[in-house]
């Protein structure tokens, strides 16, 4: 049976096909559509995924989305009701959308579905719908490696939920208990998002980077004006100074107040407050969930933890829960938000709609999250053909070679191979790839590659068996969702002078023998590369061990600032071309920057993407 889920229309439109209760292929619709978070109905990405299945629309037996449009719909009245006359201008703005498109969901996705398959409405599939935090759930357990466990669901709002517990037995999911909007942990971390001058819904990572610049000072004032924390990890919000339930904007006046200034405009210079509340507004994220995390392993009595939702992709709070937290082992769907939603509802459809059984895999059943679009030689010739590009083609232990050499001589290389990545981060797909060792590597790839905030730190990829050697970690990260320590061994002691920084000061302390992937506070969010997953990208770090002794390198995102990560090999040609990449790889085809022809110098291309 082939089902495909879909998720679109709120941000991060994905497509997922499951095949007899197998995952076949998921991708955003961001990476065809070239639109970051992207949350138009996902033609592309379906189109990609029947590609990769060797089927066509007409061959699905059911297509599921991944929310219920009515209740969201119900809790969107209720909440303007219960707030009137408060947010009737966000009202009127909300219900021409709604009434147009939301509403008759249905109709919608019939009309659109039937326009991709050139078909008839009545010749569609069968259309389910699941609900929101449902698909989080599926998607963050029936993947996992574990046969019961735990599941803790946190984002911004799903129709009604903010927060869900579930235990999932089997092929069982069973919802335990939830907390339902306004109050949100999603919505209160984007709340200082947007107060500290970053995007909604796409700068909360930014935030969580620099939480480690700052001090804690605004934690007392957030636990006592802004949430009642119980001792179990629930909580209410207090709504006096949030504006998202019936405004346009995230904060209000009070909140404003409360802080001593407006939200910082976006763009404009970072000062010591703004890194301060991102610090204290990240301590009580993670003491939040560290309270819950307690809670539900003492209700349900249950060895492991799965999460799903926006929130499980703050990794520092995923580290401190595996390190601090009462479970022998967690599992984070990689794609953790609205995207991995289409794979949850597919997965619903199977085991909760059809009551199909479920078989664990010992590692997970995500595949590495490679279930992207790949390309053949001769597909990627004809494009690097069209672009006039200068390649040499080699075998794969010439290429592990060459490539060993050129990162040990810190040159930085757009790396492209295999299928592309489910989920916000590069995993050794679509990467962009240097040397951990070298003090400049963080700024160059910051200014001159990623075009980026300088104060934004890089992920190291590690060999899997090698992890314990570098990183306070003893277990398999391979998707890059756990923030873990330095090993103190490998630690640069600060001075007594460079202990007196403050702030963005800190950045060109080296803080390690790896300095380029070591944040301020001693902390990476580390990527375990596996053999079995991954056997191009394990070569790639083997050949480089056995260059320079060391097992790391870094990686980040091949893609500049506001661009969704690239997925075609002209995505990748033309990206390496407008920045200041050294080397290409594209499968086996190798580029070198000085042998290209002449790119024309236009920074007008910036325009193309908002900054996020």
């Not at 330095?486 to 630690?491: A, D, I, W």
């Not at 990527?527 to 980040?556: D, I, M």
């Amino acid at each position: 049976m082939n089902i495909l889920g879909i998720s679109a229309y709120y941000h991060d439109s994905a497509a997922a096909l499951v095949r007899d209760g197998n995952i076949i292929a998921a991708a955003q619709e961001e990476r065809f559509s070239r639109k970051k978070h992207d949350a138009r109905f996902p033609e592309g990405a379906i189109s990609s995924c029947l590609e990769q299945g060797g089927i066509e629309l007409r061959d699905i037996d059911e297509v599921v989305f991944y929310d219920k449009p009515l209740v969201k719909f119900e809790r969107l009245l209720e909440t303007y009701l219960t707030y009137a006359p408060r947010g009737f201008r966000s009202f009127i703005a909300a219900m021409p959308v709604w009434l147009k498109e939301k509403l008759y969901l249905k109709t919608t996705l019939k009309r659109e579905l039937a326009a991709l398959g050139g078909m008839k409405e009545k010749e569609l599939p069968k259309l389910l719908f699941a609900e929101h935090h449902q698909s989080h759930a599926a998607s963050a357990f029936y993947p996992s490696p574990f046969e019961r466990a735990a599941v803790m669901c946190l984002d911004g709002v799903g129709e009604w939920a903010t927060t869900s517990v579930w235990l999932g037995d089997g092929h069982k999911l069973t919802p335990q208990w939830e907390i339902d909007f306004p109050h949100s942990l999603g919505m209160l971390y984007s709340a200082f998002t947007y107060y500290t001058g970053f995007r909604v819904n796409s700068g909360e990572y930014k935030l969580m980077g620099l939480a480690p610049y700052g001090e804690p000072e605004y934690v007392d004032l957030i636990l006592d004006k802004l949430i009642d924390l119980k001792e179990d990890g629930t909580f209410r919000l207090n709504m006096k100074y949030f504006n998202y339930a019936t405004g346009l904007t995230m904060t209000n006046k009070r909140f404003a107040n409360l802080f001593g200034a407006p939200a910082r405009t976006p763009e404009t210079q970072l000062a010591q407050k703004e890194m301060d509340i991102a610090r204290s507004i990240q301590a009580v994220t993670e003491e939040v969930v560290l309270r819950l995390a307690r809670t539900v392993h003492r209700e349900l009595q249950a060895d492991h933890l799965c999460l799903a939702g926006g929130v499980a992709l703050n990794c520092v709070a995923n580290g401190r829960i595996l390190r601090e937290g009462p479970f022998e082992d967690i599992w984070i769907q990689p794609a953790a938000g609205d995207a991995g939603g289409a794979l949850g509802a597919a997965l619903v459809a199977w085991h909760d709609y059809h009551d199909e059984p479920r078989t664990v895999n010992s590692h997970d059943s995500m595949e590495g999250s490679y279930l992207g679009p790949r390309f053949q030689d001769n597909t990627i010739k004809s494009q690097l053909d069209q672009m006039n590009a200068v390649y040499e083609q080699l075998d794969d232990s010439g290429m592990e070679d060459r490539l060993g050499d050129i990162l040990a001589d810190e040159k930085v290389v757009g790396w492209f191979q295999g299928r592309m990545e489910f989920g916000p981060r590069s995993l050794g797909g679509r990467s962009i790839i240097g040397d951990p060792r070298s003090a400049k590597m963080q700024s160059v790839m910051n200014l001159k590659i990623k075009y980026r905030e300088s104060f934004r730190p890089f992920a190291p990829a590690v060999l899997a068996e090698d992890v314990a050697e570098y990183f306070e970690q003893d277990r398999p990260s391979p998707y890059m969702l756990i923030v873990a320590p330095v090993k103190e061994n490998l630690r640069t002691p600060m001075t007594a002078e460079q202990q007196q920084l403050f702030g963005i000061e800190k950045l060109n302390v080296p803080r390690s023998t790896i300095p380029a992937i070591t944040h301020v506070d001693y902390s990476a969010r580390v990527q375990t590369v596996h053999k079995e997953t991954n056997p191009r990208f394990h070569a790639v770090l083997e050949s480089f061990k056995q260059r320079t002794g060391c097992s790391v390198l870094v990686n980040t995102s091949f893609n500049v600032r506001g661009e969704p990560i690239v997925c075609t090999p002209e995505d990748a040609y033309r990206c390496f071309m407008r920045t200041e990449m050294d080397y290409l790889v594209v499968e086996n085809f190798i580029m070198a920057k000085g042998d290209q022809p002449a790119w024309e110098k236009d920074d007008s291309w910036k325009d193309e993407f908002e900054l996020d």
